[in-house]
């Protein structure tokens, strides 16, 4: 059934002809899919390499927040942090066959089915869900705490100086005109942060263009 024809053995020849045809189309039809799966490789690969940058941007930010000396903190960096639930379908079409696009076409499929689940659910493939943020507080004792958002931390003296470090030095990173600039900024009751936290805050801020404004 299906097949033209209008006694068996007419439906069989049409099936014979349909088999027979098979290997002319397999090659469109591989092409086709070849083809789909270097576009999608190539984009994928280019937010790779844009998750990466965002990793060394993070290296950068640490190695500079470092520099900056807070007491009762031993350290203080940023971790990005990639979410493998999200990526690894992306990983295997990026990663799967080598030179050969069909070396694992079974593998690299059902990445790609998995890929139109994920699209169907979330259609704007966002590199933000890509990964996540961690703020890395090492206190003087060898102590570290996580946080996922820097809003999270308690406001008290030592936290008030970091979250005021931390924005200074991604605000300034944030700025592409790179003419001289002064950004005011407040901290409310400053009186909360010890004097050498607040030199630090002081000398960071003219440094990279900020200034401080402090109220009890």
Do not use: C
Request: proline share 3%.
């Amino acid at each position: 059934d299906g097949f033209a024809g209008g006694s068996d053995d007419e439906k069989i020849d049409a099936i014979i002809e349909a088999v027979d045809s098979l290997g002319e189309r397999e090659k469109p039809y591989r092409d086709h899919l070849g083809n789909v799966i270097k576009g999608m490789r190539a984009t994928f690969q280019r937010m790779f390499e844009a998750l990466d940058s965002l990793t060394e941007s993070a290296e950068r930010f640490s190695r500079t927040i470092g520099n900056v000396a807070i007491s009762n903190l031993r350290d203080l960096s940023v971790k990005i942090v990639e979410n493998t639930e999200v990526t690894r379908n992306y990983r295997s079409v990026v990663d799967a066959g080598g030179a050969d696009l069909f070396s694992d076409l079974t593998a690299t499929e059902g990445a790609i089915n998995e890929i139109n689940k994920t699209i169907q659910r979330a259609p704007v493939l966002r590199l933000a869900d890509w990964f996540g943020v961690q703020f890395v507080v090492k206190t003087a004792d060898g102590v570290d705490t996580v946080y996922n958002d820097l809003s999270k931390i308690e406001s008290n003296g030592t936290t008030m100086a970091i979250k005021a470090l931390v924005n200074i030095v991604l605000i300034q990173a944030m700025i592409r005109d790179r003419r001289p600039f002064i950004l005011p900024f407040y901290i409310d009751e400053a009186n909360q942060i010890d004097e050498a936290n607040l030199r630090e805050i002081w000398a960071l801020a003219n440094k990279m263009g900020f200034s401080p404004i402090f109220a009890p």
